[in-house]
């Protein structure tokens, strides 16, 4: 199975959650072999896959970028990441893989996911449970950054 057939759902998805849910346009940037669990922001959601592939994706998020979010989403101004963010990142870490798997069922590759984990704090880690590459891709927003991991046995 292609590495990209896989991932590029997952890009696609985050791009489009993100602009329909918050409004919110983002910029992929290069993408990249990920070599160690270190997060590239503030607050992760984290959520395993299996099915038709084994892995898991996970969407980091920087403070500013997450906080811009949330004031989309709910519409009254956030500027820290408290419990309510936490909760955001887990609900977006669940839309993007639903939107995903939905585009991957429509080439035949049927994923099951579990259910989100969100971890926050400056340089945390993030553990992905696959024997394969982690491919990791930087997105820009105008209120920061976040980063999309998809990692495959």
């Known amino acids: 199975m292609l590495e990209a057939q896989i991932v590029n759902p997952f890009l696609e998805a985050s791009l489009n959650v993100l602009k329909t849910m918050a ?24 959520i395993g896959i299996t099915g038709d592939a084994q892995g898991s994706m996970s969407i980091t998020f920087s403070t500013s ?6 004031t989309n989403l709910f519409g ?14 887990g609900e977006l870490t669940n839309m993007i893989c639903g939107d995903a798997r939905r585009r991957l069922e429509s080439e035949d590759i049927s994923l099951q996911a579990g ?11 993030i553990t992905h449970i696959h024997t394969g590459p982690c491919i990791a891709v930087p997105f820009k ?3 920061g950054g976040f980063v999309v991991e998809v990692a495959f046995n």
Do not use: W, Y
């Open 23 to 46: 409004m919110m346009e983002a910029e992929a940037g290069k993408p990249f072999l990920k070599k160690d669990r270190i997060a590239g922001g503030n607050v992760t959601g984290i």
């Open 141 to 143: 927003t105008q209120a």
């Open 115 to 125: 259910t989100p984990t969100v971890v926050s704090g400056n340089n945390h880690s």
């Open 65 to 70: 970028c997450i906080t811009a979010i949330v």
């Open 76 to 89: 009254s101004s956030v500027d820290e990441i408290n419990d309510e963010v936490r909760d955001a990142v």
